[in-house]
C-alpha cells in the first residue's frame, strides 16, 4: 500500500487516536535499532542498456479505461513506486517530475509536483507531459480527471500489496513505456534477487511476530497493522508471521494501544524510518503506551526500512527483504 494512502488513513484516524494514545508528539533525539542494518545509498539500479520504446501502444487502465500512448519523451510518475520502476527500466532520463514520497538519489533534481500527497494538476501539466503513471490510491479524484481532461494519456495501476503484485506491476509499467523486453528482463533480475535472498535467510526455525507500526509524531498518528496494511508480505516471506493478523485484527490499521499491543504481543515491531525519527527513534518509541511491555520492546527488537522504499513492492524489494532478515535475525546474505 502506498505510504500516501496510509498517510490519509492516518489523518482520517487522528482525533480517535489523540484520546486513544495520549501524547506522542516528537521528542529529541534518535536512538538506532540494536539490529539495524549498514545504511545503504538511496538508488535504483537501472537496466545495464536503456530501451528504446516502441509506439505507440495501447493499454488497459486499473480504471476502466483503454489509454493510447504515442510518446515517452516526457513521463510523470504520482508516487515513488512508479518512479522506482520507470527508473529500473533505464528511461529515468524521460522523467520529468516526482512526488514527495519519490527520495531516490537520481529523481532529487526533479521538480515536486505533490503538495503533501495530494496531485497538483496545474503543476502536472505544466510539465507538458505525455505520459502520466498513477494509483488507484493517487488523489485528489478532481486532479486526475483534470489531468485526463487536458488530454493527456494517464495510466492507473492497481496498488501494489504482496510479493505477487511485483512481475505484474513491472509489465504493466513497461508496456505502457513501449518496453516489454526490458520489462521481463526487470521482472526476470527482481525474481532472482529475490529468490537469493530468500534462501540465504537464517530464521533458525523461528517465526518470530512481527507488528507493522505506522507512527507520525507530529501529529499524535499511531496505527497498528492488519492483515491489508501492505506489510505481511514481506514479514512472511523472511519467516516471520504478522502480528496483526494473528491478534484477530481486521482491515489495514487500527489506533495503536495499550490492549491491541498486549493482544498482538509482538516479537519485533517494523516501522519506516522518519516514523521511527518522529518519535525520537527507539527511546521515544518505548515510551507509547504498550510498547515497552511487549516482547518487542523488552529486547528493543526494532526493524527500520526507509519510507519510499519498505512497500514500494518493485526492483528495489529483495534489499529490503535483505535489510528486514538482517535485522530480524542479525545475519544474513
Known amino acids: 500500500m502506498p505510504v500516501g494512502l496510509i498517510r490519509a488513513r492516518a489523518l482520517g484516524l487522528a482525533l480517535l487516536l489523540a484520546t486513544a494514545v495520549g501524547c506522542g ?4 533525539g534518535q536512538a538506532t535499532p ?4 549498514a545504511a545503504v545509498p538511496d538508488r535504483v539500479e537501472p537496466l545495464a542498456a536503456a530501451p528504446a520504446p516502441v509506439l505507440p501502444v495501447t493499454v488497459d487502465s486499473a480504471d476502466g479505461r483503454p489509454v493510447t500512448v504515442t510518446s ?3 513521463i510523470v510518475p504520482l508516487n515513488g513506486s512508479l518512479a522506482e520502476l520507470v527508473f529500473s527500466l533505464g528511461l529515468g532520463s524521460k522523467v520529468v517530475a516526482r512526488d514527495v514520497s519519490t527520495t531516490f538519489e537520481q529523481a532529487a533534481a526533479l521538480p515536486v509536483i505533490t503538495q503533501a500527497h495530494d496531485v497538483s494538476a496545474e503543476g502536472v501539466l505544466s510539465l507538458r507531459p505525455t505520459l502520466v503513471l ?4 493517487t488523489g485528489p479524484a478532481e486532479a486526475v480527471a483534470q489531468i485526463r481532461a487536458a488530454g ?17 506491476r513491472i509489465a504493466k509499467v513497461a508496456a505502457a513505456l513501449g518496453v516489454p523486453d526490458a520489462g521481463r528482463q ?8 529475490t529468490a537469493e535472498v530468500r534462501a540465504g535467510i ?3 526455525g523461528k517465526h518470530p511476530k512481527v507488528a507493522f507500526l505506522y507512527l507520525r509524531g507530529s501529529a499524535s498518528v499511531f496505527l497498528l497493522g492488519g492483515p491489508a496494511s501492505g506489510a505481511v508480505s514481506l514479514i512472511e516471506a523472511v519467516g516471520g ?13 487500527t489506533p495503536l494501544t495499550s490492549e491491541a499491543l498486549v493482544k498482538a504481543a509482538p516479537d519485533a515491531l517494523l516501522v519506516m524510518g522518519k516514523g521511527l525519527d518522529s518519535v525520537g527513534g527507539v527511546d521515544g518509541l518505548l515510551k507509547l503506551p504498550g510498547v515497552a511491555q511487549t516482547p518487542a520492546g523488552l529486547d528493543r527488537r526494532v526493524v527500520s526500512v526507509p519510507d519510499g522504499e519498505l512497500l514500494s513492492y518493485g526492483p528495489r524489494t529483495p534489499e529490503v527483504l535483505r535489510s528486514i532478515a538482517a535485522q530480524l535475525y542479525g545475519s544474513g546474505k
Do not use: I, Q, Y
Not at 25 to 28: K, M, Q
Open 25 to 28: 508528539g516528537t521528542a529529541t
Open 34 to 37: 540494536t539490529t539495524a542494518a
Open 72 to 74: 515517452a519523451e516526457r
Open 134 to 137: 498513477a494509483d488507484r490510491s
Open 152 to 168: 493527456v494519456p494517464l495510466v492507473v495501476l492497481e496498488d501494489a500489496k504482496r510479493l505477487s503484485d511485483v512481475d505484474v
Open 186 to 193: 526487470l521482472t526476470e533480475r527482481t525474481a532472482a534477487r
Open 202 to 204: 537464517t530464521a533458525d
Open 241 to 253: 508471521t504478522d502480528a496483526g493478523t494473528a491478534a484477530g485484527l481486521t482491515g489495514d490499521f
